[in-house]
């Protein structure tokens, strides 16, 4: 058996939560490979909205095993919430979860570093959601961090101390000398509640399982473009939301890989600062943002929005060796007469289709044009019900990237999926 994984394309928000909810019950394993609580995957089913942020999106599914990885890094206060407002009862959450004993932890003095960090930055801020995601990757990579299997040596308190001194002297040189002894108290209750949840080595978990013929589905967070790697830096998150990523962040072979689901919304989003060739900062930008309810759900910020930017997503399907791509939000652009996709760019008086090393090189766009679609294609129930003009959208994605569109969404529901 082999592990596939799905993960974004674009700069995050593209709606995996709801992909993966609707793959689950062909998997009997779902395992979150990076991020933290600066994910908000959403999922909705009988008119009720959930927003995960560390739980894997299989976790509303009987029967199935939900893992969160060591590529991730965990706030207990969050994790303790978010188990809390599930509406399913703690029991059935302790069958279905499991976490990786070499998980880091994000520590109270993480948010604050994250806050005092970003605000230095000014106008050069990164945009951080500011959940302390950055600093406790930092900790892990300069080998300060504290791991989920920490909390039961007896050790522990010592660790925990000594991290906080450190975090402590380094906020003292931004000037914060505020009292945290509030947040360390609910941090302390959380890793408590944390601790009665089952700890696993999750890259055994995993190997074991596939030789059992398993099938597991790997859950990515964030997207290609926020890749600390190949994103577009500095403006990125702190981990790789790639498909290698998925091999680090569970302990898992290159070998031992299968087929890569790649989601991208039929338009482009971003939240906070960097490069965004294709945004729309008119009428139509804002048709899209209100119409596909384009506000973070971590942060409630607005997101920016623009056409589909084909470079950027042949860019992305090469790097994670995409086998099948997924459309979603395609009922967004429904009511819009013309529909546009950027094909190239230019640069240096140049047409060219590859991204540049800096996006801000980009001297201009050049568009496909398509006509649009006016009816409400959310009640669409199959490929046949579909409109002409998104059926040849979707055939000039596939026929200009070489991967088939197996999926497309036409509703936030996990029923308004249209299978092809």
């Not at 094909?343 to 201009?364: F, H, K, M, W």
Request: hydrophobic share 35%; aromatic share 10%.
């Amino acid at each position: 058996m082999k592990i596939d994984i799905l993960l974004g394309l674009q700069w995050g928000d593209e709606g995996k939560g709801k992909i993966v909810d609707a793959l689950t019950p062909e998997y009997d394993v779902i395992a979150r490979f990076q991020g933290g609580p600066n994910a908000g995957h959403t999922i909705e089913f009988n008119n009720t909205k959930h927003v995960l942020h560390l739980i894997p999106s299989g976790i509303f599914h009987e029967g199935k095993i939900n893992i969160i990885g060591n590529g991730l890094v965990i706030d207990p206060v969050v994790f303790r919430h978010e188990v809390e407002s599930l509406g399913i009862s703690i029991d059935q959450v302790r069958e279905r979860l499991l976490i990786s004993a070499k998980a880091h932890m994000i520590l109270p003095t993480h948010k604050l570093l994250d806050a005092a960090q970003e605000a230095t930055l000014g106008e050069l801020k990164i945009g951080s959601t500011l959940r302390g995601i950055g600093p406790a990757y930092s900790d892990k990579t300069s080998r300060n961090g504290l791991r989920v299997g920490d909390l039961f040596r007896k050790e522990f308190r010592e660790i925990y101390s000594s991290r906080v001194k450190e975090h402590t002297r380094a906020l003292m040189g931004y000037g914060y000398s505020n009292d945290m002894s509030a947040l360390e108290e609910e941090w302390l209750e959380s890793v408590e509640y944390l601790k009665q949840f089952t700890t696993v080595n999750a890259d055994y978990y995993l190997y074991t399982s596939l030789l059992r013929g398993k099938r597991i589905l790997a859950e990515g967070a964030q997207g290609t473009m926020l890749d600390i790697d190949f994103g577009t830096y500095p403006f990125v998150t702190s981990s790789n939301t790639v498909a290698a990523g998925a091999c680090t962040g569970l302990g898992m072979a290159p070998s031992r890989t299968g087929e890569v689901f790649g989601i991208f919304k039929a338009y482009c989003t971003r939240v906070g600062s960097g490069p965004f060739p294709t945004e729309l900062d008119d009428e139509y930008g804002q048709m899209m943002r209100d119409r596909g309810n384009e506000y973070g759900s971590t942060t409630g910020r607005p997101r920016r929005c623009g056409w589909l930017d084909l470079p950027a997503l042949k860019y992305a399907i090469m790097v994670n060796g995409v086998t099948r791509l997924f459309m979603m939000k395609a009922d967004v652009l429904s009511g819009f007469d013309e529909i546009r996709v950027c094909r190239s760019y230019q640069v240096n008086g140049a047409e060219v289709t590859e991204l540049p090393y800096c996006l801000g090189d980009i001297e201009g766009l050049n568009y496909q044009f398509f006509p649009g679609w006016q009816n409400d294609i959310t009640g669409c129930l199959g490929w046949d019900e579909v409109p002409p003009a998104l059926k040849g959208y979707v055939e000039y994605i596939e026929k200009e990237t070489g991967v088939p569109v197996t999926i497309v969404s036409v509703g936030p529901d996990r029923s308004a999926t249209i299978y092809r």
